[in-house]
């Protein structure tokens, strides 16, 4: 039977790679992606709500992402919440839908978005090693409490070093697969 220590360091740790793709759902590259506009925030009758709560998001060309609103009052506040969210996409309502052309990246923009992908990942880096530490304090004060032995706090503190190093590697493996998605032409 695992130690709740750790079963909470793992939930945590896997907690913080889900939260790292999330964000790179957000990351532009030169492609089309339903997932980028998921999270816009759009005035819903004066409260705020996930675009994808408010309309149904597909991509229509590789280039192109088409946005119906199920509330055809709604599109106007939609076309806001892109405009103010997203930079250089202008999205085009003809007052059924919106229509959303995705311009190609430049290399600058590409360079941009792995700096910022790779910052992304720094950022989930060190919410891992943070984890990590809480949770040898923890089973420190469970080894000065004698609730531990010296040598389970050893071996516990082995095992979280060990997740911490795979957990680091998952998430250089992720922003690599990103930056290539993003160098793609």
């Known amino acids: 039977m695992e130690h709740p220590v750790i079963s909470t360091l ?30 816009i925030m759009v005035n819903n009758y004066g409260s705020p709500t996930p675009l994808n709560q408010v309309a149904s998001i597909r991509v ?17 506040e939609i076309e806001k919440a892109i405009q103010k969210d997203t930079v250089s996409i202008n999205p085009i309502n003809d007052g059924k839908l919106i229509r959303i052309q995705i311009p190609p990246l430049t290399d600058t923009t590409r360079k941009e978005s792995v700096t910022h992908a790779y ?7 060190i919410a891992i090693r943070n984890i990590r530490r809480d949770a040898i304090d923890k089973m420190k004060k469970l080894q000065h409490s004698s609730e531990i032995s010296e040598d389970d706090l ?12 795979k957990a680091t590697h998952t998430i250089t493996t992720i922003a690599s697969e ?8």
Do not use: P
């Open 10 to 39: 793992k939930d945590k740790i896997q907690k913080s790679i889900h939260t790292l793709e999330s964000k790179y759902d957000g990351v532009r590259t030169g492609r089309a992606s339903a997932r980028m506009f998921e999270n």
């Open 60 to 76: 229509q060309e590789a280039r192109q992402v088409v946005i119906q609103a199920w509330d055809n009052s709604l599109l106007v």
């Open 119 to 125: 910052e992304l990942a720094e950022d989930a880096k």
């Open 178 to 185: 990103k930056e290539k998605e993003i160098m793609e032409e």
């Open 154 to 165: 050893s071996h516990y503190e082995k095992i979280i070093q060990t997740e911490v190093e």
